[in-house]
């Protein structure tokens, strides 16, 4: 088998030129070109499986050769020879290293003739289709044999190159996802997969090239966090969002800073469940982010339903911007005193807003009625001090002494 580094000149990676033009080549001859190709890698086929041999081994009493997998099953059930059927006296299996040397050796002739004449065949229409066969058999050749490890890729750039001249979106797609999930190199699938978006036009197959888009990112690591959002922020105008796909960009972002930007993406693009939204926002630390968090949260609140959130878990989140959310907080409180007529929480709305007289006096009325005498006198006498005169307030002063002192 010759050396893989001196075939530079057969695996060159520069792009290729597939536009499809009309026939220029005879589809017969090329046909029986191919074929006489595949004539020479016949002879080292498995006689069980009728496969090309991956790891020939030989039968020492009958000179035989076979796949070792295959023909070990096979004398597991039997002592014969499966092609002369001779019975024998032994199961030892010797490596056939000639055989070997020798398929490797017409694999890489057959898959040089491959890559140098698809090129040409690529411009013509007529040959699309022999050329993603021929291809896909070629890979498929050589997918478990790290010997050929180089032309894979190159394989898979004539595969991508034929793709691109599909015009049905289904196919071109489809086919994307075929080549690419048997590939390992990120960075050479992220380049194929963005040749591909110039060809997608509706928006059921650009959302699943956003998909595709955003997973791969979040697999390569280290992607630029502007790029990133540009591409999060194209999926999310797409709608029709993957629940598991929003979780890992947000677990793949690392700082609270960067999650809340995507976290208004995702709230300004999309329809994104608004109480699923709010319960990511509760995970991240806000205190560096106050000039962003504010406005979000504003718009937020007026969009989420109350009746299924922890309201107790988002007043402790937002109480230290009670200046900035005064109103939204209120409004929590309102709905946590509905829920349980615990005067806490009627504290709590007046200490926000001392000046709504409605809320005072409901807070005065609260008092008495569960005898709360010192607190209500405390807050008649502060809310009244200025209109009582010295004797009224003398007064009042004197029957809260007396209800401290219990007389």
């Known amino acids: 088998m010759s050396q893989q580094n001196n075939n530079s000149s057969s695996t060159s990676s520069s792009p290729l ?17 191919i074929s006489k190709w595949k004539n020479k890698l016949k002879t080292f086929i498995c006689p069980i499986s009728q496969q090309l041999m991956t790891d020939p081994v030989m039968i020492p009493e009958t000179g035989q050769t076979y796949d070792r997998k295959l023909i070990e099953q096979w004398l597991q059930r039997q002592n014969t020879c499966p092609t002369t059927g001779i019975k024998l006296k032994s199961k030892l299996l010797t490596p056939n290293y000639f055989a070997k040397s020798a398929i490797n050796e017409n694999i890489e002739k057959f898959i040089k003739k491959v ?18 066969e021929l291809v896909e058999e070629s890979l498929d050749l050589i997918k478990n044999n790290v010997n050929f490890k180089i032309y894979q890729k190159e394989l898979c750039e004539l595969k991508f190159n034929i793709l691109l001249n599909e015009l049905n979106e289904d196919k071109l797609f489809d086919n994307y996802m075929k080549i690419a999930n048997d590939l390992t ?11 591909l978006k110039n060809k997608l036009k509706s928006d059921k197959y650009l959302q699943k090239y956003y998909y595709e888009l955003l997973s791969l990112l979040i697999e390569l690591k280290n992607v630029d966090n502007n790029f990133l959002k540009e591409t999060f922020t194209k999926y999310c105008k797409l709608n029709k969002l993957n629940n598991n796909l929003i979780e890992k960009v947000l677990y793949y972002i690392k700082t609270d800073e960067v999650k809340l930007d995507f976290l208004i993406i995702l709230f300004n693009e999309s329809d994104y469940n608004r109480n699923n939204l709010l319960q990511k926002l509760l995970n991240i630390n806000i205190e560096k982010n106050k000039n962003k ?8 609140f007026k969009e989420i339903n109350l009746n299924n959130i922890d309201l107790h878990n988002l007043v402790e989140f937002i109480k230290n911007y009670k200046n900035d959310l005064q109103n939204e907080l209120i409004i929590i409180y309102k709905e946590l005193y509905k829920k349980g007529n615990n005067i806490k929480y009627l504290e709590a709305i007046y200490d926000l807003n001392n000046k ?15 005898n709360l005498m010192d607190k209500y006198f405390n807050l008649f006498i502060k809310t009244n001090e200025n209109k009582l005169d010295s004797f009224n307030l003398m007064l009042l002063k004197l029957l809260q002494n007396q209800n401290n002192e219990g007389i």
Not at 17 to 33: M, Y
Not at 358 to 366: F, S
């Open 356 to 370: 709504n007289k409605d809320i005072e006096n409901q807070l005065l009325n609260e008092y008495l009625k569960l």
């Open 185 to 195: 190199d990120l960075e050479f699938k992220l380049i194929k997969l963005k040749e």
């Open 293 to 300: 968090f504010i406005p979000f949260f504003k718009k937020l």
């Open 115 to 132: 890559i140098k004449n698809i090129k040409m065949w690529c411009s013509d229409v007529n040959l699309i289709d022999i050329c993603s």
């Open 17 to 33: 030129n597939t536009q499809p033009s009309s026939s220029s080549f005879n589809k017969d001859e090329v046909e029986q070109q």
